[in-house]
């Protein structure tokens, strides 16, 4: 499953495709237009896309990592990344979020995860193959707590795996196609929450991976040292 994505793009290009200019809650620091967004693993904050109290669009950071109620400080944990597609509006921990808080991140590259036999897991790269960046669907939740105060945070929603991806993960990022698509899924769109489920399905584009640190080929052997002749036979 994705564990981290890379967004490749600057700060300007960002902006530009979640067509949002106005911060959101937790307060955007002012950013270097030409900023280069990078990678983005677990526990990092993201740069959100989401509606504002009065369905404006507006960019937040926000941690990647449900908030852990387990947990006496929950800067330093979570308890889930990935919410299933096909359980979204009926698992409890997702329904509220589903039905009111959803979001967009915008990225050029994805990592999924295929285990291997020796318990390690190998990771490839995945991306489009017109290298336009994706809009990945998330579904966030805003919490106050006593240490942490108030606490942003998100999961990334996942589909089934399509071809070539299913070929090392059975799970993938849920993909919105097209600006319609992320319109409906943020609510600036009115269709029923049947509609808004149906948005999730494994994606139909065209995507390519590559193996995220091939195996080095191996060296050619040296070939052996000539023998060096007897002492009593040496010239020098």
């Known amino acids: 499953m994705c564990g981290k994505f ?5 700060w300007r290009e960002y902006v530009e495709l979640a067509d949002a200019t106005g911060a959101g809650e937790g307060d955007l620091p002012l950013i270097d237009p030409e900023t280069m967004l990078r990678t983005f693993a677990p526990m990092s904050t993201v740069p959100m896309l989401h509606l504002g109290p009065v369905g404006q669009r507006r960019i ?5 990592g449900w908030f852990n ?3 006496a400080d929950p800067r330093r944990g979570f ?9 979204i509006d009926t698992a409890p921990t997702w329904m509220e979020a589903f039905a009111e808080t959803r979001g967009v991140v915008f990225t050029k590259e994805f990592n999924i995860g295929e285990d291997l036999p020796n318990g390690k897991t190998k990771q490839s790269i995945c ?7 994706v809009a990945i669907a998330v579904i966030y939740s805003v919490w106050e707590h006593a240490v942490a105060g ?3 945070t998100f999961v990334m929603v996942t589909t089934e795996a399509c071809p070539p991806l299913s070929e090392r993960d059975s799970r993938m990022p849920a993909l919105l196609r097209d600006p319609a698509e992320i319109a409906a899924w943020l609510g600036e769109t009115k269709i029923t ?17 590559r193996e995220q640190d091939p195996p080095k080929l191996s060296k ?3 070939p052996p040292r000539p023998e060096r002749p007897a002492k009593q036979d040496r010239l020098f």
């Open 6 to 10: 890379t967004a490749m793009m600057t």
């Open 60 to 64: 937040t950071p926000m941690r990647w």
């Open 69 to 71: 109620h387990k947990i």
């Open 79 to 87: 308890s889930h990344l990935h919410a299933r597609a096909e359980s």
């Open 127 to 133: 991306r489009r193959t017109d290298g336009l960046p």
């Open 150 to 152: 108030k606490l942003h």
């Open 193 to 209: 929450p049947a509609e808004v489920k149906a948005l999730l399905r494994p994606f139909d584009g065209a995507l390519v991976m």
């Open 220 to 222: 050619s052997p040296k």
